[in-house]
């Protein structure tokens, strides 16, 4: 209400009981309801929103308003993360291309090439010789 | 980053809500955690039942995550989230309604069920004993409005929210509203003094007839 009329209220309540009295109901009306507490849910409903909510596949998008939208220490884990990560990648580029044990496939015997033969990609490995004996005699 | 821990907790609703759209459920978890609370009362005030209010909770939240890309800005992320809210609080009172019927129909209802949907359509006076404290009593006379009072004083009393919402959440005009509002009040205020009355005439035949006067002040409100 705005001020005369707040003004024209007030003056009238002072006079009149009836209204006065209504007022006054009113108003401890309105305490009763405020004293009301609020209610909490019992269980944690999440789990049912989340079971009922699964993702199709998170957009690429998402990642960019996701840094738009992060906490500055989150941001900044963030670049430290991609920091080391890079510096990772380039530390491992450079050792490749020093020389390193010569690749090929292991024909001999001894210890050396029995390694190389359990990480070389022949899925037959030291049997290869065994089998090719076998398919001769055949 | 992907944690709801990440996002920095003053991040908007409609910022959240846009990675809902994009299918991002951590969003929708934040949001989950920022509006649970005043959401669940909402529905418990309208549906009077923990059970009921919980799946409510989930089905109103479902509803966000799959109407992300409906929300225009036009009105407050509350508002609409409130008006959500309310639309399945009355899709349950609905369902309610008509499992009540199906029931009375096939005979199957049990008699818990008829006591509580009595007590819903015309509260008791007698019965004070069930509605010992303040809280019970309110939540009584709340049962004892219809669907739009008891969505109109719950809005405003308990959600304490301004005429303008209400008005956005209803689909009431500004002022048909203050109208419905105060006659919806009116009701709702003579529910309560009727289980008042009820609770100290009650009260009174009980400590005239128990002669250990042990029952007596348990209803103290007059």
Same mark, same amino acid.
């Given at each position: 209400?705005?001020?005369?009329?707040?003004?024209?209220?007030?003056?009238?309540?002072?006079?009149?009981?009836?209204?006065?009295?209504?007022?006054?109901?009113?108003?401890?009306?309105?305490?009763?309801?405020?004293?009301?507490?609020?209610?909490?849910?019992?269980?944690?409903?999440?789990?049912?929103?989340?079971?009922?909510?699964?993702?199709?596949?998170?957009?690429?998008?998402?990642?960019?308003?996701?840094?738009?939208?992060?906490?500055?220490?989150?941001?900044?884990?963030?670049?430290?993360?991609?920091?080391?990560?890079?510096?990772?990648?380039?530390?491992?580029?450079?050792?490749?291309?020093?020389?390193?044990?010569?690749?090929?496939?292991?024909?001999?015997?001894?210890?050396?090439?029995?390694?190389?033969?359990?990480?070389?990609?022949?899925?037959?490995?030291?049997?290869?010789?065994?089998?090719?004996?076998?398919?001769?005699?055949? | 980053?992907?944690?709801?821990?990440?996002?920095?907790?003053?991040?908007?609703?409609?910022?959240?809500?846009?990675?809902?759209?994009?299918?991002?459920?951590?969003?929708?978890?934040?949001?989950?955690?920022?509006?649970?609370?005043?959401?669940?009362?909402?529905?418990?005030?309208?549906?009077?039942?923990?059970?009921?209010?919980?799946?409510?909770?989930?089905?109103?939240?479902?509803?966000?995550?799959?109407?992300?890309?409906?929300?225009?800005?036009?009105?407050?992320?509350?508002?609409?989230?409130?008006?959500?809210?309310?639309?399945?609080?009355?899709?349950?009172?609905?369902?309610?309604?008509?499992?009540?019927?199906?029931?009375?129909?096939?005979?199957?209802?049990?008699?818990?069920?008829? +006591? @509580?949907?009595?007590?819903? #359509?015309?509260?008791?006076?007698? %019965?004070?004993?069930?509605? /010992?404290? *303040? &809280?019970? !009593?309110?939540?009584?006379?709340?049962?004892?409005?219809?669907?739009?009072?008891?969505?109109?004083?719950?809005?405003?009393?308990?959600?304490?929210?301004?005429?303008?919402?209400?008005?956005?959440?209803?689909?009431?005009?500004?002022?048909?509203?203050?109208?419905?509002?105060?006659? +919806? @009040?009116?009701?709702?205020? #003579?529910?309560?003094?009727?289980? %008042?009355?009820?609770?100290? /005439?009650? *009260? &009174?035949? !009980?400590?005239?007839?128990?002669?250990?006067?042990?029952?007596?002040?348990?209803?103290?409100?007059?």
């Amino acid at each position: 209400m705005s001020g005369p009329e707040a003004r024209k209220v007030k003056n009238h309540l002072e006079s009149c009981k009836t209204c006065k009295a209504f007022l006054e109901d009113e108003l401890a009306f309105d305490m009763r309801l405020s004293a009301v507490p609020p209610v909490e849910p019992v269980n944690d409903v999440w789990a049912l929103v989340r079971a009922r909510t699964k993702p199709r596949r998170l957009s690429p998008a998402v990642w960019l308003v996701k840094i738009r939208s992060a906490s500055a220490a989150a941001k900044r884990a963030a670049a430290a993360v991609a920091v080391v990560g890079v510096a990772a990648v380039m530390f491992y580029s450079l050792n490749l291309n020093e020389p390193n044990v010569a690749p090929g496939p292991a024909t001999t015997s001894g210890a050396d090439n029995v390694i190389a033969v359990k990480w070389s990609d022949d899925p037959l490995g030291s049997h290869r010789e065994a089998l090719v004996e076998c398919l001769d005699k055949m | 980053m992907g944690r709801s821990e990440d996002y920095d907790f003053s991040a908007s609703n409609e910022m959240l809500l846009e990675l809902c759209k994009l299918q991002d459920q951590e969003a929708l978890r934040v949001l989950f955690r920022r509006h649970e609370k005043p959401v669940y009362n909402l529905l418990y005030r309208m549906l009077s039942n923990h059970e009921d209010a919980e799946e409510a909770l989930a089905d109103v939240f479902v509803k966000v995550w799959r109407g992300a890309g409906s929300f225009k800005g036009e009105s407050k992320f509350t508002t609409w989230l409130f008006k959500i809210a309310a639309n399945t609080a009355r899709d349950f009172l609905r369902a309610r309604m008509v499992r009540r019927e199906v029931s009375l129909e096939d005979g199957s209802v049990s008699e818990g069920e008829v +006591a @509580r949907s009595a007590a819903a #359509k015309s509260i008791d006076p007698e %019965d004070c004993t069930v509605r /010992e404290d *303040e &809280l019970n !009593r309110i939540t009584a006379a709340l049962d004892g409005l219809s669907e739009d009072d008891r969505l109109l004083v719950t809005l405003y009393h308990f959600q304490g929210l301004d005429y303008q919402d209400i008005s956005e959440i209803t689909g009431i005009s500004a002022n048909n509203l203050k109208v419905k509002l105060f006659r +919806a @009040r009116q009701r709702l205020k #003579k529910l309560c003094e009727e289980l %008042d009355g009820g609770c100290v /005439e009650n *009260e &009174l035949r !009980r400590s005239t007839t128990d002669s250990s006067g042990l029952r007596q002040g348990a209803c103290e409100w007059s």
